[in-house]
């Protein structure tokens, strides 16, 4: 009886291995780039991030960010909660951007040569799987 405890118990701990490392994968894919890009009439506001730098452009402006390690690694966790299939079919909570109420603004991604582009939502309120994200991005810049 002992042995089949000793098997079942290596095929749990195999089973949580394999689990963990899956996991892992997921969450160290290669992000080539990420872009916020907030626009309407007059104005545009854009969070780029590439080679471990956010780049921040306005209409009038840009400005250059180093991200840390910490920084880097943060941005990879939100991204990999994020379900990348689905993200051009989100719903946006609230609609001011059709009456220049709001920016336009769409999150696009761009992983290990994938491209994922959300579909449009107002600046100030994207879907809530993409609101930590987006608040992430927008946390780099101050």
């Known amino acids: ?16 291995v394999t689990s963990c490392v899956s996991q892992v994968h997921k969450a160290t894919n290669k992000i080539n780039e990420i872009i916020l890009n907030a626009q309407t009439r007059g104005a545009l506001q854009n969070i780029i991030y590439v080679n471990n730098t956010i780049l921040y452009k306005t209409n009038d402006s840009s400005k250059t960010y180093f991200l840390s390690k910490k920084q880097i690694e943060n941005l990879y966790v939100e991204v990999s909660k994020i379900n990348l299939t689905t993200i051009s079919t ?13 920016l336009h603004t769409t999150l696009s991604l761009k992983i290990d040569n994938n491209k994922y582009i959300s579909s449009q939502f107002d600046d100030d309120n994207p879907p809530k799987e993409l609101k930590e994200i987006v608040s992430l991005l927008r946390s780099f810049i101050k």
């Open 1 to 16: 009886m002992i042995p089949f405890f000793k098997k079942l118990s290596f095929y749990i701990f195999l089973l949580t």
């Open 90 to 102: 989100l719903e946006a909570p609230s609609n001011k951007r059709l009456f220049d109420g709001a």
